[in-house]
């Protein structure tokens, strides 16, 4: 599968630089070793609390703020 890197960083959610930006691949892989989610998971104002751990993202979405 082509990676469509340039289309990808167009919608990018992250709220800083990263080299994985656009690499969603290996921005998906590297989040879940550490019990998270990507940024482009959440909406900007629970992206910018830096919270991207499962639990976080559960809650919101059963307080149905996502």
């Not at 990018?12 to 930006?21: F, G, L, N, Q, V």
């Not at 691949?25 to 104002?45: G, I, M, N, T, W």
């Amino acid at each position: 599968m082509e990676c469509k890197i340039i289309e990808n960083k167009k919608r990018c959610a992250c709220t800083y630089p990263c080299p994985k930006s656009g690499l969603c691949c290996e921005c998906v892989r590297y989040h879940a070793s550490k019990r998270q989610l990507p940024a482009c998971f959440f909406d900007k104002k629970s992206e910018a609390t830096y919270d991207r751990s499962f639990e976080h993202f559960a809650k919101l979405v059963i307080e149905g703020k996502l």
